[in-house]
T-cell receptor
């Protein structure tokens, strides 16, 4: 079946450093790629998304890049802060967009 | 505007018991989803609905049933609970395909 692989599973950075999380997907028809942040005990919340007709999107300290040829996309967080500590999930649409498949998640620790 | 509301928040069941999880959204979204979240496995789609009166299977549908009799509600049923169904269950909704999903706070379900 279709899948999304996410790396690394755990990432520890110093406050102020950058963090990069990478994902690959298998369905060449995927055209929507959201990223969700989940704080401990809370619901997942969308932080940024990108569509297949765009190669890069930025929102303040967060950016996402997409390489459709290689079927991979990445999340970049610059100037990390302790409140960025959370689990981050990448996802990709499948089945014509009716379904979304999630990566296994990356636990980000930002050390003050 | 409450968004997506899940009830109950916690539940403990014995093996073989049945129960229904309720999801309600007040955003007039067409699409609704049920996921389960297990450690290290991200969010896995159980069932989804593309509109009132419709349901479809996701990645892990076995042992679960769903109903969408009203647009705002999406029910997840466990007919005969098994310990393997111990998990955190999240409901989500979206306006359309390839759109951000809005999640509820989750239901923590333990089956003994």
């Amino acid at each position: 079946g279709e899948n999304v692989e996410q790396h690394p599973s755990t990432l520890s950075v110093q406050e102020g450093d950058s963090a990069v999380i990478k994902c690959t997907y298998s369905d060449s028809a995927s055209n929507y790629f959201p990223w969700y942040k989940q704080e401990l005990g809370k619901r997942p919340q969308l932080i940024i998304d990108i569509r297949s007709n765009v190669g890069e999107k930025k929102d303040q300290r967060i950016a996402v890049t997409l390489n459709k040829t290689a079927k991979h996309f990445s999340l970049h967080i610059t100037e990390t802060q302790p409140e960025d500590s959370a689990v981050y999930f990448c996802a990709a649409s499948i089945g014509g967009g009716f379904k979304t498949i999630f990566g296994a998640g990356t636990r980000l620790f930002v050390k003050a | 505007n409450a968004g997506v509301t899940q009830t109950p928040k916690f539940r403990v069941l014995k093996t073989g018991q049945s129960m229904t999880l309720l999801c309600a959204q007040d955003m007039n979204h067409e699409y609704m989803y049920w996921y389960r979240q297990d450690p290290g496995m991200g969010l896995r789609l159980i069932h989804y609905s593309v509109g009132e009166g419709t349901t479809a299977k996701g990645e892990v549908p076995d042992g679960y049933n769903v109903s969408r009799l009203k647009k705002q509600n999406f029910l997840l049923g466990l007919e005969s609970a098994a310990p393997s169904q111990t998990s955190v269950y999240f409901c989500a909704s979206s306006y359309s395909i390839n759109q951000p999903q809005h999640f509820g706070d989750g239901t923590r379900l333990s089956i003994l």
